[in-house]
């Protein structure tokens, strides 16, 4: 079945650090790829995407590249702030078998960024 | 703002008592998610509905049921609720049964006591 591992946290940065959490997957098709952010007390929203390979989806001056060589979607930041503080979670959704979409998560890596 | 909406926001609730939470899919999207996240478990998928019908389950107890109604909301019941119930139940919405990308609610905070 389809799988998502990405790097464990939490993950302390101080301002103007640069961020990497790393990605990887396991899917049986060609899947989308997704970065989903979920900030403290609120639900998940979609941070950026890519649906095949060498895409790069960015969004907020966060950038994700879709590696198919390396099953590898490892989000990155150039220089993170406090407002960043939050939980990232990688996923993918890929056609099952019964031809309906499959939406799959990693367990999440918690981000803080400390002034 | 998502565009689904979820109530209620904060739910308490003793053991062995049952639950409906309820959800409101965005304008136009079919397919409804409902999943659990705790803090030990992470987000865990329950069962996805599309245009009533269901789709796919997953970790979902006996206890739970969910169903997607005609005007496409949905609800999620819990019930004989137990303390390792406590979590924030999120529901989900796409256009198409799984995808592409998945928009969320703000979530139930569901506390058993």
């Known amino acids: 079945g389809n799988s998502v591992t990405q790097m464990e946290g939490p993950v302390t940065l101080s301002e103007e650090a640069f961020l990497t959490i790393n990605c990887t997957y396991t899917a049986t098709g060609y899947p989308s790829l997704f970065w989903y952010v979920q900030y403290p007390g609120e639900g998940l929203q979609l941070l950026l995407k890519?649906?095949?390979?060498?895409d790069k989806g960015s969004n907020k001056g966060f950038e994700a590249t879709y590696r198919k060589e390396t099953t590898s979607f490892h989000l990155e930041k150039g220089s993170v702030q406090v407002s960043d503080s939050a939980v990232y979670f990688c996923?993918?959704?890929?056609?099952?078998?019964?031809?309906?979409?499959?939406?799959?998560f990693g367990k999440g890596t918690k981000l803080s960024v400390i002034p | 703002d998502s565009g689904v909406t979820q109530t209620p926001k904060h739910l308490i609730t003793a053991t062995g008592q049952r639950v409906t939470l309820r959800c409101s899919p965005r304008?136009?999207?079919?397919?409804v998610y409902w999943y659990q996240q705790s803090l030990d478990q992470g987000l865990q998928f329950l069962i996805q509905y599309y245009n009533g019908e269901e789709r796919a389950k997953g970790n979902i107890l006996e206890r739970f049921s969910a169903q997607q109604f005609p005007d496409l909301h949905s609800e999620l019941n819990l019930s004989s609720l137990e303390l390792g119930d406590s979590a924030l139940y999120f529901c989900a919405s796409s256009v198409e049964p799984g995808g592409p990308e998945a928009f969320f609610g703000q979530g139930t905070r569901l506390t058993v006591v």
């Open positions: 996923a993918l959704s890929d056609r099952s078998g019964a031809g309906s979409y499959q939406l799959t």
């Open positions: 304008s136009g999207d079919l397919s």
């Open positions: 890519a649906t095949k390979a060498d």
